[in-house]
């Protein structure tokens, strides 16, 4: 780099479309090659190559730029930086480029090596690959030239020329952020809807989310602060309708300017933008007043006031892109791009182009299809209370119409409102459209109504009274109902995100899989709220005669860093969730069931275990349990959902009793009885069969502990008498996922309902254990000798604390230890012998122990969901794809 050149910043949005323009020999590739990652840079001489087979194949050119601009928009559509690396001389070859970077809502801007001629001719005369006649170089640069004055009205967004080698040596590539990703900024923030000018109810408002208002000699406010740091969110729409915009900006702008506030612009303030601008504007909607109101400022206030409007950005991406504004709300697809349209969108919404019979546009509810894992918050269309439609709120409540002043403070999403102190306009259209269902003040999101006490969802969709004392019967929303379920939820490859494990990744062809399960043998999605998780093996141990051993449970957590664990007897029986609500109100409430409906008992794959009238049975037995107990006002819910096992194992697995073990134990014990009496009569006559009489003697003993393990599970009942219950999690009731509770508390839970009625439920033996004492390690392993030996089919190992996690991530929730003879049932009678030992420990478990933490992940994602009142589809996501994940080929026996 010659050392009479200062280095030329070139500065580019770090999301956009980079033209390199220049004649050939200019020095494109090159420069791309050094200044931009190796992937960033898309070249037409590369996809010339790749279609063509050469790269100087001119007549692949057509066809080469189709492939070009696929990759192109591939990763336009990502959000990933791209690099063209083309002649792009002319404004046509130009156009196509910037069309696809406007589909696709990223700035395109250009560099242009505008190089001497002669430095061009010199180098592609040293190119060996290929060699392009001056002529050709001339008319390149001749295009160039003519249209480089123009290209600023091309709808580049910026043109940097680079006019010698050396200045583009020098050249360095600055990234900047879009002004609207401020991702870095994570809150606490306080999220406010539409002002209009209602200065005293925005004070209000402040003062009672905790913020410190300053005033100047005036008595104005000009600033407001938070003692905790919090910052206020304005939606835009400041002006127009209420009495004092000019007072609402003047505290607005005061607090943009002291770090205090961030703004996006909303409607009203473009149209003030475009008064100022002394463009034609309709002064209707309250305008008019506002102007006025600014004609008796000086002029430096109106100009400062307009250069700030203007100042402001279309939305904001905020908190690592988990929290989105904009005024009128913005599609997923739009969050951090920049273009026109979204802007125009963030401003209006998505419109129609028609009128209602109001005189109003017509919106297109956007919020119906939102996907999008971010909350977005927004307001520009009053509603009466507000209301979350799939993870998006909107906090405009008509505060100029007589209403209220809405905010949310995240990320609690907790809302705070103060009432309008009068009504200073007439809406043209009621509040809210009549079709759709408020949410009241309290937890979101939920698109129903939410119960009157805990603002949770209120399936029943019953109806309540919002915080001001306003009540509406509640009808079916026009956007999406709470319980509308829909295939593209759940169909295709797609990915959860889950609070405790990240996004988890579901295939299609499981998806598929599971669609046949759940739509032909599962309960209603509304009565799962979630499904079992798998539970993990423990390792395999290399104990003489066994392949799963205590000792490797107990290593295995202390490697984790992980010491107060609790042993728990692992029953034979078929993993239950129960269900149960307090009454047949509580059920229609939450569930959105009729009066006969008051939960459900269902299998891991969501099948209910008993028709109907046996279910309500047994729920009548369990809730009369809870009663006794006082569970009801000592959680204060009025719902459980319960984990247990529901004995015995033959309720549910005759079928497989029948078919599969007791016809293997009979037919064992035929032939290899009958192998064994010939065997004695060979050996009676002197033949030297001994080893395989001793082999054939072992397998029928192998034969008859299989069927003396089964027998173990299996007693008669009649009805429901016999039936037992063995709860172990209390798995969450209202208001609360209690996954992070310590497993005492859970059977504390558990041993109360056992007290209340011991002979529905069965109790679960436990030990708690110092994992790092060796005597406590060694009195647990012969507790599970003890308990296996003594037909017990194991124990499951988990740390003590409930959920946990170490350096790598989520740790196993569970790990399952399960006693010899049990396992003989899984793996044959004669796993035992020492070949099939040796040959099972091979077994390999890393997918089944991964499938175990995502499930357990999208589990209490799915429950989390339904606690905090989302839509069903929202819930039934993470349901379905816990059962999309069984279809995950996994060594079953595991």
């Known amino acids: 780099m010659s050392e009479s050149i200062t280095p030329i910043e070139v500065r580019i949005p770090e999301v956009s479309l980079v033209l390199l323009v220049g004649a050939s020999g200019s020095g494109k590739s090159t420069f791309g090659r050094e200044k931009f990652a190796p992937f960033e840079v898309v070249s037409s001489d590369f996809c010339r190559g790749l279609v063509a087979g050469d790269e100087n194949d001119q007549s692949a050119s057509k066809d080469a730029f189709d492939v070009l601009e696929y990759i192109v928009g591939k990763r336009l559509a990502a959000g990933r930086l791209t690099v063209v690396d083309a002649t792009n001389v002319q404004p046509g070859s130009r156009a196509s480029l910037i069309n696809l970077a406007r589909a696709h809502d990223v700035l395109p ?195 400062t006031v307009r250069a700030w409007l203007y100042s402001l950005v279309s939305h904001l991406v905020l908190d690592d892109g988990n929290l989105v504004v904009a005024h009128a709300g913005l599609k997923e697809a739009y969050h951090g791009r920049s273009s026109g349209r979204v802007r125009s969108f963030a401003l209006y919404g998505d419109t129609t182009g028609e009128v209602d019979e109001y005189g109003l546009p017509i919106r297109l509810p956007w919020q119906r299809d939102y996907r999008g894992s971010a909350v977005v918050l927004y307001g520009h269309t009053p509603m009466l209370t507000p209301r979350w439609v799939n993870n998006t709120l909107c906090l405009d409540t008509g505060c100029a119409f007589g209403n ?82 829909r295939l593209d939820d759940v169909l295709g490859r797609r990915s959860i995100e889950t609070g405790l494990h990240g996004r988890v990744a579901i295939r299609s062809d499981n998806a598929a899989g599971a669609l046949e399960v759940m739509s032909r043998f599962a309960l209603s999605p509304n009565l799962l709220p979630t499904l079992p998780a798998t539970m993990a093996p423990v390792e395999t141990s290399r104990e003489e005669g066994y392949l799963e051993y205590p000792t490797e449970a107990f290593a295995g957590y202390r490697a984790a860093g992980i010491t107060d664990l609790i042993a728990e007897e692992k029953h034979m029986g078929s993993r239950a969730h129960v269900l149960v609500c307090r009454d047949a109100e509580a059920a229609a409430r939450v569930l959105g069931t009729t009066a006969d409906t008051t939960g459900a008992i269902y299998t891991r794959t969501g099948r209910a275990f008993f028709d109907p009238a046996t279910t309500e049975v047994l729920l009548g037995r369990i809730r009369a349990a809870a009663d006794t107990a006082g569970l009801w006002d000592t959680l204060d819910t009025d719902w459980l959902l319960l984990d247990g096992e529901l004995l015995p194992w033959s309720l549910k697995a005759e079928d497989l009793l029948r078919g599969t073990y007791a016809a293997t134990a009979a037919a064992g014990r035929a032939s290899l009885g009958a192998a064994g009496a010939d065997l004695a009569r060979a050996l009676a006559r002197g033949v030297e069969v001994e080893q395989e009489a001793e082999r054939t003697a072992s397998r029928l003993g192998h034969i008859e502990d299989f069927a003396a393990a089964y027998r173990r599970y299996v007693w008669s009942v009649e009805g429901l008498d016999g039936v037992e219950f063995a709860p172990f999690q209390l798995l969450a009731s209202r208001g609360a996922v209690h996954h992070e509770r310590d497993h005492g508390w859970h059977l504390d839970i558990a041993d109360a309902l056992i007290a209340a009625d011991p002979t529905t439920f069965r109790t679960t033996r436990r030990l708690r254990i110092n994992a790092a004492d060796p005597d406590e390690v060694s009195a647990a392993t012969t507790w599970w000798l003890d308990l296996t030996a003594a037909g017990g089919e194991g124990m499951v190992v988990k740390p003590f604390a409930g959920t946990s996690f170490d350096k790598h991530g989520l740790v196993q929730p569970g790990l399952k230890v399960r006693g010899r003879e049990y396992l003989r049932l899984i793996y044959g009678p004669d796993y035992t012998d020492p070949g099939q030992l040796s040959r099972l420990r091979d077994r390999h478990l890393g997918q089944k122990r991964s499938l175990a933490l995502r499930e357990h992940a999208l589990g209490v994602e799915a429950l989390t969901r339904f606690v905090q009142g989302e839509p069903l589809w929202r819930v039934h996501e993470a349901v379905f794809g816990i059962l999309a994940l069984e279809s995950e080929p996994v060594d079953p026996r595991l």
């Open 109 to 303: 801007v250009a560099i242009v090596l505008d190089m001497p001629e002669q430095v061009c001719r010199e180098r592609n005369r040293l190119r060996p690959d290929r060699q392009n006649s001056d002529a050709v170089i001339t008319r390149q640069r001749d295009a160039l030239r003519r249209s480089r004055k123009s290209m600023g009205r091309e709808g580049l967004r910026g043109v940097h020329v680079l006019s010698s080698p050396e200045e583009a040596d020098a050249a360095v590539i600055v990234r900047e952020k879009l002004r609207t990703d401020l991702t870095d900024q994570h809150g606490p923030f306080d999220a406010i809807g539409d002002v209009h000018g209602c200065l005293s109810e925005l004070e209000t408002l402040l003062t009672t989310l905790g913020y410190t208002l300053t005033r100047d000699n005036a008595g104005r406010p000009i600033d407001a602060e938070h003692p905790l740091g919090r910052r206020v969110i304005l939606l835009g729409d400041l002006v127009d309708r209420g009495p004092d915009s000019v007072g609402v900006l003047r505290l607005a702008m005061g607090m943009h300017a002291a770090g205090h506030a961030l703004v996006v612009p909303g409607n009203h303030e473009q149209a003030l933008i475009n008064a100022l601008g002394g463009k034609k504007v309709n002064l209707s909607h309250g305008l008019g007043d506002t102007l006025a109101q600014l004609a008796a400022e000086p002029k430096e206030f109106t100009d």
């Open 404 to 485: 209220a002043l809405s905010a949310l403070r995240y990320p609690e999403r907790e809302i705070v409102q103060v009432p309008a102190e009068r009504v200073y306009a007439e809406s043209r259209r009621p509040l809210g459209d009549p079709e759709d269902v408020p949410v009241p003040a309290g937890r979101g999101p939920a698109t129903a109504p939410a119960h009157p006490e805990t603002g949770t969802l209120d399936r029943s969709a019953l109806g309540n009274a919002s915080l001001l004392g306003r009540a509406r019967a509640a009808r079916p929303p026009r956007e999406r109902a709470a319980d509308e379920l």
